[in-house]
């Protein structure tokens, strides 16, 4: 039932584009992308609903196709503080109030 | 307090010991979530409370782990007869909104957990 992230891991010179990818094996309702920083919570970037849409945010897009399941995360032209480990969230049953998150991917930014 | 706060930030206990966790979350939150943390992984559902009520525990591991919320606000996660495997961030989140028209998890707001370390 838990989301496959896929890097497990990133390393990127600033400016460069990452993607990052979420699957699973069951319908879902939502999913959610959130960033936490070594030591610290994690903090919400966006959440994706069942439709196949797709929202943007400063330089951070994602993507939702629920037929395959999947979500992609676009980092464009990174920057330093886009380093972290990213971890999609994904709900299977609409109003459960539960997400179940994939094992994220680490992202590092060199100068 | 601006942000959801846990307390203790750290704390480190022995094998068989009871194990408090609070959690005070954002004022006006309504729903309140505890996640577990192992290093290297990603956050795994133990509990949700809408309001004073445990609205999905499906996620504690077992009858040692109980999670209280008895005024709608603070939460407490209470461990009994602990264990060297319950070592872990435990972390709290609330939330205010839910997410589309059929009210999925909305924005989780959370604290900086309290790390747990069983000897």
């Known amino acids: 039932q838990q989301p496959v992230q896929s890097p497990q891991a990133v390393i990127l010179r600033e400016g460069e584009d990452a993607v990052i990818n979420c699957s699973s094996s069951k319908a879902l309702y939502s999913v959610h992308w959130y960033r936490q920083k070594h030591g610290e919570a994690p903090v919400f970037l966006m959440i994706?609903?069942?439709?196949?849409e797709q929202k943007g945010h400063d330089k951070i897009s994602a993507s939702f196709n629920e037929k395959k399941q999947q979500s992609s995360l676009y980092l464009t032209a990174s920057q330093l503080s886009y380093s972290g480990t990213y971890f999609c969230?994904?709900?299977?049953?609409?109003?459960?109030?539960?997400?179940?998150f994939g094992q994220g991917t680490r992202l590092t930014i060199n100068p | 307090g601006a942000g959801v706060s846990q307390t203790p930030s750290n704390k480190v206990t022995e094998k068989g010991k009871y194990v408090e966790l609070r959690c005070d979350p954002i004022?006006?939150?309504?729903?309140l979530y505890w996640y577990r943390q192992s290093l290297g992984q990603g956050p795994e559902f133990l509990i949700y409370?809408?309001?004073?009520?445990?609205?999905?525990d499906s996620g504690l591991p077992n009858d040692r782990f109980f999670a209280v919320r008895p005024e709608g606000s603070v939460s407490t996660l209470k461990i009994q007869r602990t264990e060297r495997g319950d070592s872990a961030v435990y972390l709290c989140?609330?939330?205010?909104?839910?997410?589309?028209?059929?009210?999925?998890?909305?924005?989780?707001?959370f604290g900086e957990g309290s790390r747990l370390t069983v000897l």
């Open positions: 994706l609903l069942k439709g196949g």
């Open positions: 004022s006006g939150h309504t729903a």
């Open positions: 969230g994904t709900e299977i049953i609409q109003g459960a109030q539960k997400l179940v």
């Open positions: 989140a609330s939330s205010l909104a839910l997410a589309g028209p059929r009210g999925g998890t909305g924005e989780l707001f």
């Open positions: 409370f809408q309001g004073t009520g445990a609205a999905d």
